[in-house]
């Protein structure tokens, strides 16, 4: 599977911080219910390696791993189970650790430099991140404008009022979301409600 495929799986990508592993699983399963399948675990928390290693188990899930700074990060979400890296921004050793792996990568862009950085290496699929903070959809679509080759998932300061406007975007495959798993205690059917919500904002 590339980054592409990774991308089309759903028109929200979910980014969890998941503090207690024991509730990965249950969590993952609520997500790939609701028909969301691509699922980011951000290598924010001490759990978050284990907890790539149990929704990994679950049918149907594609998990990620988000917040990758380096080749460690990336070595070390691998052998959890990550079947592709996000990262919050695009250094040439990160995107040459990634290609050299072979596995699919989302690296951060926030302008045309980022993109002509990635293009350089090879790669075509970024997440626009901060999105929000970032200038929102009329920076993204200024910026994609001369890079007709490069797709986006943006990531920041998305909400599940606004997902539609920044999916309504020609370059735009996808986007990241943190609604989906609000902080706290987790409800699952919650979870897979917000989770069918977002599968069907597709265009």
Not at 71 to 94: C, H, K, Q, Y
Not at 105 to 134: Q, V
């Amino acid at each position: 599977m590339n980054i592409e495929e990774v991308m089309a799986l759903a028109p929200v990508i979910p980014v969890l911080v998941v503090d207690d592993a024991a509730y990965a699983r249950p969590i993952a399963e609520a997500l790939v219910a609701g028909g969301l399948r691509a699922l980011e675990i951000t290598l924010r928390t001490e759990a978050a390696l284990k907890v790539i290693r149990e929704m990994a188990k679950v049918d149907g899930a594609v998990v990620g791993a988000g917040t990758v700074l380096n080749r460690d990060d990336m070595n070390r979400a691998l052998d959890a189970g990550a079947r592709f890296i996000v990262s919050p921004g695009l250094t040439e050793p990160l995107g040459r650790a990634a290609i050299d792996a072979g596995i699919p990568f989302l690296p951060g862009t926030a302008n045309s430099g980022d993109i002509m950085r990635g293009l350089d290496l090879g790669l075509t699929h970024f997440k626009f991140f901060p999105a929000a903070a970032s200038g929102g959809t009329p920076a993204l679509k200024a910026l994609a404008a001369p890079f007709v080759q490069a797709r986006f998932c943006p990531t920041g300061g998305i909400t599940a009022a606004i997902a539609a406007e920044w999916l309504s975007i020609e370059a735009v495959l996808c986007v990241g979301g943190s609604w989906i798993v609000p902080p706290g205690l987790p409800d699952m059917a919650e979870i897979r409600k917000r989770a069918a919500l977002a599968s069907a904002l597709g265009r």
